[in-house]
């Protein structure tokens, strides 16, 4: 039987790569997008491609709907279905509000929410044809309780929490099930550049005393596209050592 295809946003990065080494290990063909193919992008590529696991590069910025159009349209010209999309890709641009610049937000919106919203609407067209689908959105922490100086990703999270709802009513019928992971804080190079006293500071506030690395999200995800969770939809589930209790 041919492998099930999972389409993963921003594969090069801490958590995406974990995904993409978790959905292989669980067999999984993958298409993996980035914007530019970099040096560890592409030994992740050369290490991951094997007999067991097709792995495809698609190329393009999620929060150009025209990219995401036709990344999709590649991945099923070349791989012929598309069973799990993860809408992983994201960025930040942290500033108090006095700071934040138009830009500042709606650069961090379009990308975060805007990008999601393409590839499920270009995916869920094939999907509902083939009445099965998974769509994993990457939410945070963050878009559940907010937090100062990210008024933006806040924002944009949030907004992913309730397009994972809508989508999840909208498409259940036809057998595609969304849902939602809330990251708390885990070790990747989003979170890298934060000073040690910030993340002595953020440690002190989850309950398990200690930063989540990106397999803890992977093996969510792993779960949430696998057979065993066919009858959760609509669902926010946080990955964050307590901090959302
Ligand atoms: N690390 C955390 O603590 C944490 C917590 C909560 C949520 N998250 C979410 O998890 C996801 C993955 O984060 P990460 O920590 O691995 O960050 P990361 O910065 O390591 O990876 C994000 C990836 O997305 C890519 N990307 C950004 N904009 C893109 C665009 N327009 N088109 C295509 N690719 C783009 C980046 O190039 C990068 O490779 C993000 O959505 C992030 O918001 C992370």
């Given at each position: 039987m041919a492998n099930k295809v999972a389409l993963i946003t921003g594969a090069a990065g801490g958590i995406g790569t974990a995904i993409a080494e978790k959905l292989k290990s669980e067999g999984f063909d993958l298409a993996l997008n980035v914007r530019t193919v970099k040096p560890q992008f592409k030994e992740l590529v050369e290490r991951l491609s094997d007999e067991s696991c097709h792995v495809q590069v698609v190329l393009g910025d999620i929060a150009r709907a025209e990219d995401c159009k036709r990344m999709v349209e590649e991945v099923i010209e070349e791989q012929?279905?598309?069973?799990v999309l993860v809408n992983n890709a994201g960025i930040t641009r942290d500033k108090l509000v006095m700071q934040m610049s138009e830009a500042d937000f709606e650069d961090v919106i379009t990308t975060n929410l805007n990008g999601a919203f393409y590839l499920s609407k270009y995916v869920s067209r094939y999907m509902m044809k083939r009445r099965s689908g998974r769509i994993i959105n990457m939410a945070s922490v963050v878009g559940l309780h907010g937090n100062a100086g990210q008024a933006n990703y806040a924002a944009a999270k949030a907004g992913l929490v309730g397009m994972t709802k809508s989508f999840a009513k909208e498409f259940a019928s036809r057998n595609i099930l969304v849902n939602a992971i809330a990251p708390g804080f885990i070790e990747t190079p989003m979170t890298e550049k934060l000073t040690e006293q910030v993340k002595d500071k953020i440690k002190a506030e989850i309950p398990l005393g200690k930063i989540g690395e990106p397999s803890d999200v992977a093996n969510l995800t792993a779960f949430l596209a696998?057979?065993?969770?066919?009858?959760?939809?609509?669902q926010v589930i946080s990955v964050d050592g307590g901090m959302n209790i």
């Open positions: 012929g279905q598309i069973d696998g057979d065993e969770s066919r009858y959760i939809t609509g």
